[in-house]
């Protein structure tokens, strides 16, 4: 049986536990261990088993594998580079109510919500976190530490370079590529090859500033 520490304490961390209890329901031989948080009483005021470690000073144990349950692509990158380091070894959590078709390749430390669709011939990066009700379509290809918010829709052949953020009901046309660390805001239409590093908002997104 696995040891399983969840990463982060904020609103992600919580749904991740969720999630995660579904995922013992239904099978999974993992023992939830409790949460990392470099703010040890960050759940003080919530009905949720405590926070066990800070991350700063949490040091890996041989049966132990985390779930990095992060927003910020940035932030992902930092902490699973930094704990990496030190030995630490993550998991991949997937919701028991989602469709993954044939020839999807799956990255390490993913999160993926319920009601998630990755239809066939997709690639899906480390450290990916997929919320609820997201579709991907065929040939896509999804960047290490990228985020996608609810309900995103991102049909064929569509690229997202490492570390995008798709805030909710995002929809992109097939073929558009997305650059790296670039953020797009919610309800925004991709329609095109959007440059790396900046924000976007809109339909069709445009840069913020």
């Known amino acids: ?6 990463i982060g304490t904020g609103g992600l961390g919580r749904e991740v536990y969720g999630i995660l209890q579904k995922r013992i329901e239904a099978g999974a031989n993992w023992n939830f261990k409790g949460f990392l948080d470099d703010n040890l009483n960050a759940l003080d005021n919530y009905n949720y088993p405590k926070v066990i470690s800070t991350i700063k000073d949490y040091e890996p144990k041989e049966n132990e594998f985390c779930l990095l349950s992060i927003a910020s692509p940035k932030t992902k990158k930092a ?11 993550f998991e991949t959590l997937i919701h028991p ?13 993913l999160i993926i919500y319920p009601f998630v669709s990755i239809t066939c011939d997709s690639t899906i990066g480390d450290f990916v976190t997929i919320n609820s ?4 379509g065929h040939d896509t290809s999804i960047g290490n530490f990228s985020t996608l918010s609810t309900g995103c ?13 798709l ?11 997305i650059g790296d660390y670039a953020s797009i805001g919610i309800n925004s239409f991709v329609a095109g090859k959007l440059k790396g590093e900046k924000s976007y908002l809109g339909n069709p997104a445009t840069p913020l500033f």
Do not use: H, Y
Request: net charge positive; charged share 15%.
């Open 1 to 6: 049986m696995k040891d399983i520490l969840i």
């Open 79 to 89: 902490i699973s580079e930094s704990l990496l380091q030190r030995g630490a070894k």
């Open 97 to 109: 109510l989602c469709s993954i078709g044939p020839n999807v390749t799956l990255g390490a430390g």
């Open 133 to 136: 009700s997201c579709s991907i």
């Open 153 to 165: 829709d991102i049909t064929g052949n569509v690229k997202l370079g490492e570390g995008v953020f």
């Open 167 to 177: 805030a909710s009901n995002v929809t992109t046309i097939p073929k558009s590529k």
